[in-house]
């Protein structure tokens, strides 16, 4: 079979997950590599202590093998999310986040917790942040035609999470037209 | 030459090398250095804001997710396609000479297992991509048959496959159904009539799709309505009026 | 709501049956109608599937009646409460609401009314529909009383197929994203 039927109807939050880990992030090695040529692109050297950036990918694998402290991206501590949730919930267009923050945001939160400032409240404030977006999302639906619908600034994760749902609505009241 | 030497030689190759991956901390390439647009002219003036770079894996990526959400077959990324593999081949190449060496490193194993991790990962994305666009092959077979124009968009190959998967299909109506029916109901290619759906299935592009536009640009639906698409911006339009975007690159979709 | 050539959907939505004013006589043909009667006669009304009443119709044999689906206590009904109505009770079994009220249109004169009958109840439910989809898959498996009791519960039952499967569209995406988020909290413990 070419596709299979999970695929067909969406593409699902692990392959959303993949894409996000070829994104760059801030690393402090703890092992000396030479500058080497991967398929993506050329990363190192690794001279430690000295910050590089590496693809989110490999750097979980280093943290892994506790080769790397990981740095938390700018957006990712808890003054800048507490920022961005009292602008969500206090204007009506969504709040300009990095595209990809709900896959990255779990991903170094499962690996490198120990690295980040207050993890259980980061995860707190993630949720937040996600549920009052998601009610903003189902708001927007009032507006729902036939052609077109602009939802600037809704992340890959939230997009992924109605798309079914919104094409097929989008397709019903086509065919509902005279 | 030694394995170390190969990795080496494989770094300053990918260095002078064009067309191969050039990461971040490579200089940036011009913007007609990307495949699609190798064969349009400079214009004379500063055109408004190129488009970001991407490193061959990345246009892999996006032109994988926009085959996995359009309704349609994209045009084949045959040659990125088959660079990207040689690649992949060269990596596993470098990889085999590594692992057998017995001089190698604990750094230089973490090395190796970090090449090993990237090559499964775009592994992936080739596989998906392509499988991503048999499917539709397969689902639309009878359609790109007799359409000219879907066919300049697949390689020779998928042709063929598209070709033997309507066949067999229509073989295998034919012989459980079409051929106990009389002669003038046995056809698959009938004519639809005021209400009726064509009986060969075809691609629906009116169908919706999330466009993310890599720069500013205008799109116009089926109705002939003009959609301002901002750069940067996310609309949620029907496939039609972005198609030519999309296959140009202005527009991706996610 | 499938136009697909071969969607069984589609096919079987086709056999709601529509009521039909005859204005000619039609001997021998009186089966049609399910009753025992051997012919049709002028002015008699028959019970036929969508997919006769087409040619029926569009022939000029007959005139269509607007099936009470559509008639005007669920008209006022619909503009009124919009939630609180039972689509999946106004159609037989298989309740395609909307796709009988699009065929139907399809025999109208006067499409636009129809059409926008159709799509504003459909716009109106729609945000409820997704409401208590991402609810329930909030909820989990477990979650059988969700919602916020009888009324949401009315109105699940109440939905029609396409409303149906719009609700698990969105059911099954908040579940993917759900179990995505947990497969992380699982790994961590």
Known sequence: MSLPPALRASVTPPELELIACQELVEIIPLIAMEKTAFISGAYGPLRPPHKARIPIWMAVNLKQKKKCHILAPEWLTVEYLQDKILQETTQDEFTKLPFRFAEISRVLLDAASDDLQNPDKLRSLLKDLREARQAKARAG?????????????????????????????????????P | MSGVDSWEAEFHRSKTNANAASGPSAPRRAPSALLEREDQPMPDFLPEEPLPDETPLEQLTRHWMNERHAPDILPAQDVLLSSLLDHIRRQSD????????????????????????EVERVKFIVRSYVRTRLYKI??????????EEVQTRI??????YASRHAHLIDRHFYSSVLQSLPESQAGLDDIPNFIMPPMVTEPDTTRAVFAHARKGTIARTPEGKTVDLAKGSLTLLSFSAVSDLVSSGDVQLV | MNDDYFSIDAILAENQKVGCRFKIDIPDMGHLGGGGERDIAWSNTLQLPIWLVYTVVLSDWADM??????GNKVRNALKAEPCSVRLASLVGAGGLWYGFGKTIMELLVDKKEMSELLTNTFRKRLVEVIDQAQHFAALGPAGGTGGSGDSAQSFREGLDGTERELFALAQEGSKRMKRWYEEGEKARR
């Open chain 2, 94 to 117: 470098t990889i085999q000479l590594l692992r057998g060496d017995p001089s190698t490193s604990e750094e230089e194993h973490i090395r190796i297992m970090l090449a090993q991790t």
């Open chain 2, 138 to 147: 397969e689902t639309y077979a009878r359609y790109i048959i007799a359409n």
């Open chain 2, 155 to 160: 390689t020779t190959a998928e042709r063929d």
């Open chain 3, 65 to 70: 009646i607007m099936p009470p689906a559509f």
């Open chain 1, 141 to 177: 639906l009032q507006s729902l035609e036939h052609s077109t619908l602009g939802l600037s600034n809704l992340s890959a994760m939230e997009i992924n999470e109605i798309r079914p749902f919104f094409i097929e609505a989008m397709a019903v009241l086509g065919q509902l037209r």
